[in-house]
């Protein structure tokens, strides 16, 4: 074996997280480093996602706060130096990038310092982090097969995306009952959550629980209290359906498999590892995109499961009367939507993370 130890480093946490389950399973000798965001920006406390679930691996996680868009710009060579310095402190003999702003100055430190860059495209299309991150890289790990994929260059390899074991091998109990006397609508904006999304979900509260228990995965971003909100909802629901609305900040590996095998449906943003855990576990949706999405990727997968038969997309924009028609629709016809699922399957890898690992262990050039 020629790498020691892997530093990991991107906005992507989710398919991070998977090869990082996958390497200490298979190649427990590898020492881990991971390197992100501890919180979201300098005003929150809140842990972030990632961080929490690095930390209860046992797995080193390294802060850091690099800014993005123009201010980013404006101090990218500090990012860069400080990129230099953490490298130069764990020495890694390869350095996996999950891509995103906060990615980029670690992969040109990582290529001035000669250390062999590898990183993994999520979606189906490249933002400008990536493209740049692409050009550094020795390999590049692609979630989505183009048909010319071969003859762009020999360094890209399609992997598929890697998602957590656990989806396929939810635990029977986690930490919060959610009751079963209805179905249950599983309803989440990412790790992060969505306002955008809690704020329609909230208006429609009152109609939603009398058809189903609704787990919110809300999100911990203590600028918009939604968190709160939440459970202020909750807590001044009538008796007799407080328990159909279950507002949590985010759920772990094990607390988010759990609650898809439960659901009967899914409404969610398209992201790329929402994309292919719903398809991973079948379950019709309703996909709200990310309007400003990175070259309108969400938009993309949302439409890719809808073309396909096993969803609906409703625009943010649409309203919460029209969030609520879509949701009935697809659960009243969720029969239709679930027998399309396997017309996807081909997109679905599931040794995506063991390929990523055992290609930067093994590499062939």
């Known amino acids: 074996m020629r790498t020691h130890t892997l530093l990991i480093i991107g906005g992507h946490p989710t398919p991070a997280l998977s090869v990082i389950d996958e390497a200490s399973k298979h190649f427990p000798q590898i020492k881990i480093i991971f390197a992100g965001r501890k919180f979201m920006n300098a005003s929150e406390t809140s842990h972030t996602f990632e961080y929490d679930e690095v930390s209860k691996r046992g797995i080193e996680f390294v802060p850091v ?34 891509g995103g702003y ?26 400008t982090a990536n493209q740049f991150i692409c050009a550094l890289a020795k390999k590049v790990f692609v979630s989505f097969r183009e048909k010319n994929l071969d003859t762009v260059s020999s360094k890209y390899i399609y992997t598929g995306n890697p998602i ?37 979900i909230f ?26 909100k939440g459970k202020a909802i909750q807590k001044s629901t009538k008796d007799t359906y407080r328990h159909a609305y279950i507002p949590v900040p985010h759920l772990s590996s094990e607390e988010l498999s759990h609650v898809f095998s439960k659901s009967s449906m899914v409404v969610s943003r398209s992201g790329a590892n929402t994309f292919f855990e719903l398809i991973a576990t079948q379950k019709p949706c309703v996909l709200i995109p990310l309007p400003w999405s990175a ?22 924009t649409a309203g919460t009367a029209k969030l609520h028609e879509v949701i009935m629709h697809v659960f009243n016809n969720r029969s239709k939507y679930l027998e399309k699922y ?17 290609a930067i262990v093994f590499p062939t050039t």
């Open 65 to 98: 706060s690099y800014l993005r868009g123009w201010k980013g710009l404006i101090t990218f060579l500090q990012a860069l130096f400080a990129s230099l310095k953490i490298l130069n402190k764990y020495r890694p003999q390869a350095l996996l990038s999950f």
């Open 102 to 127: 906060i990615a980029l100055p670690f992969v040109c430190a990582a290529w001035l310092s000669r250390i062999p860059v590898y990183t993994h495209e999520q979606t189906a299309v490249m933002g």
């Open 164 to 200: 957590r074991n656990q989806i396929l091998q939810p635990p029977s109990q986690i930490s919060f009952e959610i009751p079963s006397d209805k179905p249950i609508l599983f309803v989440t904006g990412g790790n992060l959550g969505s306002h955008s999304i809690n704020l329609m």
């Open 203 to 228: 208006e429609l509260i009152p109609k939603l629980i009398k058809t189903f228990t609704i787990v919110h995965q809300i999100g911990n971003v203590a600028e918009y209290g939604d968190l709160e």
């Open 295 to 316: 070259h309108g990727e969400q938009r993309k997968h949302a439409q890719i499961l809808a073309n396909a038969g096993v969803g609906e997309v409703c625009e943010q």
């Open 342 to 358: 396997p017309t996807l399957q081909h997109l679905y890898v599931p040794d995506a993370a063991h390929a990523i690992i055992e």
